[in-house]
């Protein structure tokens, strides 16, 4: 299938503030995802958007959707050395059932 | 406490050899999936299922088997058929509502072949 873009690696230093971009294959994607792994975990899950919406805060967090691009990205304020982990986006296609269609992830290392 | 576990978290297979991995969710989930996750390499779908008694092939179905006698459990067989099993398996499942799909991920088990 189409995939779904992202960087493979990110480094920030303490207390600046990370943005990981995802450009996704389809414009009518319903819901977009931000998952994070941490090293030998699950994923777990950190935000999701709807494809109505152009912005979500929640607390650190803020994802920004742009569907005429179909660009999404994540930006984590105030980085702790915490937050170093692989981010994962995916989208959830409008036909494609109960299906997720992720992203490679991106690597994001938090230096102090 | 709710969520989904999977066990073992490490499991070995010798060449010739099926081996399955549990997973297991108390959310009342009624969709559960499987992937598989490679080195720098996004998730890949395995197999899922909407429904007990019911699941679907995803897209790197073959050497592998599943069943839904369960509503809380999904187990997977790598067959001997799966040349390169080598990877992290991670299991999800969702309340299976078609308009707010939200998967929710267990620990995941790692497979080596000795």
């Known amino acids: 299938g189409e995939d779904v873009e992202q960087s493979l690696f990110l480094s920030v230093r303490e207390g600046d503030s990370s943005v990981i971009n995802c450009t996704y294959t389809?414009?009518?994607?319903?819901?977009l995802y931000w998952y994070k792994q941490e090293p030998g975990a699950g994923l777990q899950l950190l935000t999701y958007i709807f494809s109505n919406m152009d912005m979500k805060q929640d607390q650190r967090l803020t994802v920004l959707l742009n569907k005429k691009d179909k660009h999404l990205s994540l930006r984590i304020a105030d980085t702790q050395t915490g937050d170093s982990a692989i981010y994962f986006c995916a989208e959830r296609r409008s036909n494609s059932g109960y299906e997720l269609n992720f992203g490679k992830g991106t690597s994001l290392l938090v230096t102090p | 406490d709710g969520g989904i576990t999977q066990s073992p978290k490490y499991l070995f297979r010798k060449e010739g050899q099926n081996v399955t991995l549990s997973c297991e969710q108390n959310?009342?989930?009624?969709?559960m999936y499987w992937y598989r996750q490679d080195p720098g390499q996004g998730l890949r779908l395995i197999y899922y299922?909407?429904?007990?008694?019911?699941?679907q092939k995803g897209d790197i179905a073959e050497g592998y088997s599943v069943s839904r006698e369960k509503k809380e459990s999904f187990p997977l067989t790598v067959t001997s058929a799966q040349k390169n099993p080598t990877a992290f398996y991670l299991c999800?499942?969702?309340?299976?509502?078609?308009?707010?799909?939200?998967?929710?991920f267990g620990p995941g088990t790692r497979l080596l072949v000795l």
């Open positions: 299922s909407q429904i007990v008694n019911d699941f």
């Open positions: 999800a499942s969702s309340i299976g509502d078609r308009y707010q799909e939200t998967q929710y």
């Open positions: 959310l009342n989930h009624d969709a």
């Open positions: 389809d414009s009518s994607s319903t819901y």
